[in-house]
């Protein structure tokens, strides 16, 4: 028995799902090993400043969105997956940021807003999903195409 061979579509999406989880996965990685942590501001002062994910290298992640709706408008399930992915990380980065705080006695209950990364990524990035989804069916010619027969 012969196996089917994959369509390039599905293989296009898939490696655009796992490019953009990767990525995220990198830049978390990165924001939280280039924290500053707790930082006094001056010599036996009383200002502090408090950084347990580098913002710089996580909102990077904002940039790898729009790949969730180019790997949907290739096969929906890839661009589900990438969405998946992402949301996972950065939902992985916020759980560690907290415990960050908790284990330097600075928490004060407000660190669980951390947690707005993740859902803002899911928002986004179900956003970037719908519309690559939209375009890969309009690309393909199904139903809503905007090309129309002369």
């Known amino acids: 028995m012969t196996r089917p061979t994959p369509s390039p579509r599905r293989t296009s999406a898939l490696l655009l799902a796992a490019l953009a989880v990767l990525a995220q996965v990198v830049l978390g990685a990165l924001a939280l090993a280039r924290a500053d942590g707790v930082v006094q501001l001056e010599p036996g002062g009383t200002s502090y400043h408090t950084e347990f994910a580098d913002p710089a290298f996580l909102h990077l992640g904002w940039l790898v969105l729009p790949l969730i709706g180019v790997a949907a408008a290739h096969w929906w399930l890839g661009g589900l997956l990438a969405l998946a992915g992402t949301v996972a990380v950065h939902a992985v980065v916020a759980t560690e940021e907290i415990r960050r705080w908790q284990e330097s006695g600075w928490a004060s209950g407000l660190e ?14 179900g956003v970037a999903w719908i519309v690559g989804l939209l375009a890969g069916r309009d690309r393909s010619g199904h139903r809503g195409s905007s090309v129309r027969p002369s």
């Open 112 to 125: 669980i807003l951390s947690y707005l990364v993740p859902v803002g990524m899911l928002v986004l990035g």
